[in-house]
């Protein structure tokens, strides 16, 4: 099993529309978490954090914590085709040294 | 402000070769972390620093070394490169004094064994 898990997609939807993403972890004493947007050639870039069970807003973006559940969640409402890109989990964690571990990715693409 | 700044963008090597990806942040961040970057597979940790004088393995060390030269710089080795190294590796930093910081990426370099 993956320490931090995420669909590899592609996850298509149309213009307008809510795209979820969806992120398991493993490590309970895992202390913070991230969503970073990379497009292709380029570098991740952070757009949102969490670190308290329940939502988190920003604009467009809402990240969702369960900590019970191990989960975290992105959403993007008013879906745009510039947010056509992968989306990154990472996970902050003080389990045999502070590092930061990242799934898999999901790509989205946004169609107009 | 740069941020976090590697060298070379581009990179090909033929199999037994050796290089040094360069890495340099000026944001006075305490760790420092080389991941490397293959289709499918997310980013992975090659090795990371937490502060200056200290280095340590992440997931996939195998064929790599590191050198935290001071609390700027990052390098990482390949000693002799294979094909399998072929990636897209990146540079990060971190405050280190909070969980809640998020990393701060180079903008990468590619690098291509033959």
């Known amino acids: 099993q993956k320490e931090v898990e995420q669909n590899s997609g592609p996850l298509s939807v149309p213009e307008g529309a809510i795209a979820s993403l969806n992120c398991t972890y493993s490590?309970?004493?895992?202390?913070?978490f991230f969503w970073y947007r990379q497009y292709s050639g380029k570098s991740p870039e952070l757009i949102m954090s969490?670190?308290?069970?329940g939502d988190k807003e920003d604009g467009r973006f809402t990240a969702q914590l369960n900590k019970a559940s191990q989960y975290v969640s992105l959403l993007i409402r008013d879906s745009q085709p510039s947010d056509s890109a992968t989306y990154l989990c990472?996970?902050?964690?003080?389990?045999?040294?502070?590092?930061?571990?990242f799934g898999a990715g999901t790509r989205l693409f946004v169609k107009a | 402000n740069a941020g976090v700044t590697q060298t070379p963008k581009f990179q090909v090597l033929k199999t037994g070769q050796s290089m040094t990806l360069q890495c340099a942040q000026d944001?006075?961040?305490?760790?420092m972390y080389w991941y490397r970057q293959d289709p499918g597979m997310g980013l992975r940790l090659i090795y990371y620093?937490?502060?200056?004088?200290?280095?340590d393995k992440g997931e996939v060390p195998n064929g790599y070394n590191v050198s935290r030269l001071n609390k700027r710089e990052f390098s990482l080795r390949l000693e002799s490169a294979a094909p399998s190294q072929t990636s897209v590796y990146f540079c990060?930093?971190?405050?280190?004094?909070?969980?809640?910081?998020?990393?701060?990426f180079g903008n990468g370099t590619r690098l291509t064994v033959t």
């Open positions: 990472a996970v902050n964690r003080n389990t045999g040294g502070f590092k930061t571990i």
């Open positions: 490590d309970r004493g895992s202390q913070s």
């Open positions: 969490i670190y308290s069970n």
């Open positions: 944001m006075n961040h305490n760790s």
């Open positions: 620093s937490a502060s200056e004088g200290t280095t």
């Open positions: 990060a930093s971190y405050r280190g004094d909070t969980y809640n910081s998020p990393l701060h």
